[in-house]
């Protein structure tokens, strides 16, 4: 069983800030990344960012590097909070984020924490909108 809730989301201007947040829980299922993923109106899902659970690896879209930032926190051993801090936002950052969770890569302690797909998560929330107006 897993269980992700997305929340942060809102309006805000461009230049402004926001965090999302995603609890993520799980008791039976192999998850070793959580990723933040985003579509906007008309346009495929792509991926923001990922997490690597084991190994606090990340990486990042080249459209949000130095401006995103992910991060983990273990509440406990099957329960999570993925965090997605976002600066400097513009326009183009509107889309509605979703946070993913799954195996990934094969490995528990992948050599090279790449940005995965989506269609490599078996997981999903249910998304929580981000709307910047400039």
């Known amino acids: 069983q897993v269980t992700l809730v997305e929340s942060g989301g809102g309006s805000v201007q461009a230049g402004g800030s926001l965090r999302l947040s995603c609890a993520f829980s799980q008791t039976t299922a192999n998850i070793n990344s959580i990723g933040w993923f985003r579509q906007a109106p008309g346009q495929e899902r792509e991926g923001v960012a990922v997490i690597y659970t084991h190994t606090a690896s990340t990486n990042y879209a080249d459209s949000v590097k130095g401006r995103f930032t992910i991060s983990q926190d273990n509440v406990s051993q099957d329960k999570s909070m993925v965090y997605l801090q976002m600066d400097n936002l513009n326009a183009e950052d509107t889309a509605m984020y979703y946070c993913?969770?799954?195996?990934?890569?094969?490995?528990?302690?992948?050599?090279?924490?790449?940005?995965?797909?989506?269609?490599?998560?078996?997981?999903w929330g249910q998304g929580t909108q981000v709307t910047v107006s400039s």
């Open positions: 993913a969770a799954g195996f990934v890569g094969g490995s528990w302690f992948p050599s090279v924490p790449r940005l995965p797909n989506p269609n490599e998560y078996k997981y």
